[in-house]
């Protein structure tokens, strides 16, 4: 594996940062189960491919104040993406993706530690994940975040088939950062 960097994203990285979110939930959020089927998340996605890169590139050009967002990227590929949003109240760690075939590479630990520079260490860090994602809890868990007892869904995350993401919170507390 070539050095992976960590920089702001660029308009022209758009469609590869889309890849990135599409080709993990492809990976992540199928689930018997709970009834998300992979023609859910191809829905999600590919039907609205067009719709969500123009408001990607709207975020590129114009990031909203209280969030950050930049990549991780092998050469010319981009590899993960991280996105951080500061509410009054307490930081949020919106996504963090990373591609399949990158995963287990020290790669979300690496976005983690570029996040860890912007978010307010005076304020609790929240995360919210599918019930059913253990990677994604396993990698928070190893970070220091634990597990609020909070479940949840959101409507917004209602699937074609009308099943929706069964969702839990996880956080740091503000005294927990060095
Ligand atoms: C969660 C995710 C971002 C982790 O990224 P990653 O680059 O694979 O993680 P890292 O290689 O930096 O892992 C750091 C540590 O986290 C833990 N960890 C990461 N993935 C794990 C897994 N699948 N199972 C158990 N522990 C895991 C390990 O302790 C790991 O250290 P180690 O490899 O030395 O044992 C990645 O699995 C991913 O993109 N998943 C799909 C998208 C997703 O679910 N994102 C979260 C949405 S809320």
Known sequence: MTKIKIEFPK???AEAIQN???KSWLDTYPNDKVGITI???EHWYKDAWEEKLNKLRSRINNPPENQSFFIAKDGDNVV???RIMKHADK???QAIYVLPDHQRRGIGKLLWDRAL???DPSKNTIVQVATYNTK???FYKKLGFEDTGKRFSDEHFRMKSGAIIPEMELEIKAQNFE
């Open 39 to 41: 023609d859910d998340v």
């Open 20 to 22: 990135v979110f599409y």
């Open 91 to 93: 930081n949020q760690l």
């Open 11 to 13: 308009l022209e990285d």
């Open 80 to 82: 993960g993406v991280c």
């Open 136 to 138: 994604a809890i396993e």
């Open 117 to 119: 520079e912007i978010i």
